[in-house]
């Protein structure tokens, strides 16, 4: 055991009496502030990636990054089990427990790793032949962009098991000071050799080189947070019992996700040329980075409700329900409401003309089913953290099946806007009743849901959307569109800050020491 000076699992009473507002908010803000920073990097050094290489080679980028997000699936769900199993541990200090489940976690992911990287590497004519058809250039680079896919795919896959450590322990400042690094790199890496004359090939490099370097951060801050962490591989089959009883479900969800967010793109090269891609990979890749102030939440919301939930706190699981579900709605809605307006602007000043013609409307689409996969976030974490893992799934399956349908169905002839037609579906079709179901889990009552967590933020959007609708013929550069967009949000959080939340989280939002004082 470690002194208490310095290794203090959160005592039981202190997290029963702590307020929900202040951490909550405080470790979202530690998020966002990350999320910013890479979000930022992402739109400023985009466009001359884009630009330098051209649609046919971005495309091939495009798919080399969206096959490590299947790490999620090949390593049976066990990075999210471990996350819930550590945040329940820690606070009772049994490290031996949480050293075996990571150690058996860890050797999951290492074999399924493995397996990933033979499953692209053997096949990789036929998946060439398949996926990545283009021109002279795009032929010259496809075993190569597959080889890096294949260990981007197990860098993928160390990373779900080794950043689960942080996230369990709500280090999120320690979290999101990682993600920024990778980040910096994997967007600024490629326009450093792109402009020293390298192209395709060094851009890949530099991608694969940003996940590698987020898994070593990662295991050298994981072994300071947990006393005698151990980075060997070791197979237990009882932990690895009782982290798959848990990840099983899991599993079958990140399938299904997976095949909402990832299939889209795979279905579009097999019926369009490479360039389609490009074209709807830019507009998704802005609904994405909206998406991913969703994942700023729910990595807050799922380790707390598990801890709570295994202290029998359940006043407080719902408190932090009805609080989480009014923040999500607050930070989705204003960017929902700038893509559902100002599409074509976007895309016009960001990267060109043409860009704008083809995406403006697969962009606005994607805004909205980006909210409608706001309004489910929640639930689907709190589900999780109560220990209902088989819910989400259900509903998740469902979801996947109505958008592989519609893919098939619509792609062939709507091109990338029947793919954006195809997410925004399903979302439309699951979304209320998973909603309704896990609320009523949880005993809260759908109209506290709404009263308390989406009736302001929705008129606050109303009143952004307005301003966006009044002043979007006075747009005329990336200047101006700028400027009404941050006037339209400055309006919104205003309005939000003094109209939607309550004291209490206003008090939370303004005490910027206690970010610091979380993660000391």
Not at 8 to 16: C, D, L, W
Not at 300 to 329: C, D, N, W
Request: glycine content about 8%.
């Amino acid at each position: 055991m470690q002194p208490a000076s310095t290794q203090v699992p959160p005592a039981k009473a202190s997290v029963q009496h702590e307020g929900v507002s202040r951490r909550f908010l405080s470790n979202t803000a530690l998020n966002y502030i990350g999320q910013g920073l890479i979000l930022l990097l992402t739109f400023v050094t985009a466009p001359y990636t884009v630009h330098h290489l051209g649609p046919e080679l971005f495309g091939i980028l495009a798919l080399v990054q969206v096959t490590a997000g299947f790490a999620g699936l090949l390593n049976l769900g066990i990075g999210r089990a471990l996350t819930k199993y550590v945040s329940e541990l820690y606070w009772t200090g049994d490290f031996k427990a949480i050293n075996q489940l990571f150690q058996t976690a860890w050797a999951t992911c290492v074999v399924a790793g493995l397996v990933g990287i033979a499953l692209l590497v053997g096949p990789r004519d036929l998946i060439g032949r398949l996926f990545f058809r283009g021109g002279p250039e795009v032929e010259t680079v496809v075993d190569f962009a597959i080889y890096v896919a294949a260990f981007g795919l197990f860098t993928s896959m160390l990373l779900e098991a080794i950043s689960a450590i942080p996230a369990a322990l709500q280090r999120f400042g320690i979290s999101n000071a990682v993600n920024v690094v990778a980040g910096i790199v994997r967007s600024v890496g490629p326009v450093v050799v792109l402009a020293l004359g390298y192209s395709i090939r060094a851009v890949l490099v530099v991608v694969l080189a940003s996940n590698l370097l987020a898994v070593i951060i990662f295991a050298i801050v994981s072994r300071q947070l947990i006393p005698g962490l151990n980075l060997v591989p070791s197979f237990s089959w009882p932990a690895f019992r009782k982290l798959f009883s848990f990840s099983l479900p899991l599993l079958l969800s990140a399938l299904f996700s997976l095949i909402v967010a990832r299939v889209d793109r795979f279905i579009l090269a097999y019926y369009m040329p490479l360039a389609a891609v490009t074209f709807y990979t830019l507009p998704y890749s802005i609904s994405e980075k909206a998406a991913v102030g969703i994942a700023n939440i729910t990595s807050v919301v799922f380790p707390f409700t598990s801890e709570l939930h295994s202290m029998g706190a359940h006043e407080k699981v719902q408190e932090l329900y009805l609080r989480s579900t009014k923040i999500m709605a607050l930070v989705t809605l204003p960017i929902t409401a700038i893509l559902l307006v100002l599409p074509a602007p976007i895309l016009h000043y960001w990267l060109g003309p043409e860009y704008a013609a083809q995406g403006a409307v697969t962009l606005s689409l994607l805004g909205a089913t980006t909210f409608l996969i706001a309004l489910s976030a929640v639930p689907t974490v709190s589900s999780l953290g109560v220990g209902n893992a088989w819910m989400p799934a259900a509903f998740a399956f469902g979801s996947s099946a109505i958008n592989v349908v519609a893919n098939l169905l619509l792609i062939p002839h709507y091109g990338i806007n029947g793919a954006a037609f195809a997410s925004l579906l399903p979302q439309a079709l699951i979304v209320p009743p998973f909603v309704y179901v896990v609320t009523r889990m949880l005993k809260c009552s759908l109209w506290s849901v709404f009263s308390h967590g989406l009736l302001r933020p929705l008129l606050c959007a109303s009143v952004q959307m307005a301003i966006l609708f009044a002043f979007r013929g006075y747009v005329t550069s990336l200047l101006t569109l700028g400027v009404l967009c941050l006037a339209s949000v400055g309006v919104y959080g205003v309005l939000s800050l003094f109209g939607a939340i309550t004291h209490e989280e206003r008090a939370a939002l303004f005490r910027v020491r206690s970010l610091g004082v979380n993660e000391s």
